[in-house]
């Protein structure tokens, strides 16, 4: 496997580890601060529901397509939703970045 795969692939998995991790902190701010955040319809009942639609809240957060759902109301819950929102588009830079690097050393080696 080469340095530029092994990078990629280390930058997909701690995207997605980012939002595993923010998702876990939306349903600990939740768990602590109950209406930090609201849902179309009825807040979910179950905590495999609940954990379900933070991961979905943060999957779309990250990739800052944010369907307007759920939508955070506590300060805490929109602090994290902004940073989580920043590294989703700070993050992708480096292996577009790298990828690019890769292709011009390919070039002007030839």
Same mark, same amino acid.
């Given at each position: 496997?080469?340095?530029?795969?092994?990078?990629?692939?280390?930058?997909?998995?701690?995207?997605? /580890?980012?939002?595993?991790?923010?998702?876990?902190?939306? %349903?600990?701010?939740?768990? +602590?601060?109950? =209406?930090?955040?609201? *849902?179309? =319809?009825?807040?979910?009942?179950?905590?495999?529901?609940?954990?379900?639609? *933070?991961?979905? $809240?943060?999957?779309?957060?990250?990739?800052? %397509?944010?369907?307007?759902?759920?939508?955070?109301?506590?300060?805490?819950?929109?602090?994290?939703?902004? +940073?989580?929102? *920043?590294?989703?588009?700070? /993050?992708? =830079?480096?292996? $577009?970045?790298?990828? =690019?690097?890769?292709?011009?050393?390919?070039?002007?080696?030839?």
């Amino acid at each position: 496997m080469t340095t530029h795969k092994a990078a990629e692939e280390g930058a997909v998995a701690a995207y997605l /580890l980012i939002a595993v991790a923010c998702a876990w902190g939306y %349903l600990l701010i939740e768990f +602590m601060v109950p =209406g930090a955040f609201h *849902f179309p =319809g009825s807040v979910p009942s179950d905590y495999m529901s609940l954990g379900r639609t *933070f991961y979905y $809240f943060s999957a779309s957060t990250l990739t800052t %397509l944010g369907y307007g759902d759920v939508t955070p109301v506590h300060p805490y819950a929109r602090s994290l939703a902004m +940073m989580e929102a *920043f590294i989703g588009q700070a /993050l992708p =830079g480096h292996p $577009f970045s790298s990828a =690019g690097y890769f292709v011009r050393s390919y070039r002007t080696d030839k």
